[in-house]
């Protein structure tokens, strides 16, 4: 059985994703724990392992660090996947959307609360008046 199918957190994908996402309507589809907007172009599967520390570009979201994952993403297909959370999601996005920054946005509200504190290695601290904020 895959991991997603055995991980009841999983199921907020489908169950608690919204039917439009970046301009995209939801499809309809018959695999556990996956939704699908616009054609294939927003695909978030859930049940991946958590991500092993990493150097590629990261940044937070409605709350949620995100890490491009440059080995898998291509040319045409841009992969996002969460970090510090378990089980991790992969958002998979065509890469000439022009509302990417929306449908991770409502994305965000489906993802599991963290279960690991980790962050991305090379995550940028923002400042507030010069001062880096207390985590």
Not at 11 to 18: C, D, K, L, M, V
Not at 28 to 39: C, F, T, Y
Not at 87 to 110: K, N, Y
Request: a positive charge.
């Amino acid at each position: 059985m895959p991991y997603a199918a055995r991980n009841p957190s999983c199921g907020r994908i489908t169950e608690e994703s919204p039917r439009e996402l970046g301009g995209r309507s939801r499809e309809e589809v018959d695999l556990p724990k996956v939704a699908v907007w616009g054609d294939g172009d927003v695909v978030p599967r859930c049940g991946l392992p958590a991500p092993p520390p990493t150097t590629d570009p990261c940044f937070q979201a409605g709350g949620v660090d995100r890490v491009i994952d440059l080995r898998t993403s291509t040319q045409g297909r841009r992969v996002i996947v969460t970090y510090g959370r378990s089980p991790a999601t992969e958002d998979t996005f065509a890469a000439d959307m022009t509302t990417t920054d929306g449908a991770i946005l409502g994305l965000s509200s489906t993802v599991a609360p963290p279960r690991r504190a980790d962050r991305p290695v090379h995550r940028a601290r923002r400042t507030v008046n010069g001062a880096v904020p207390a985590q």
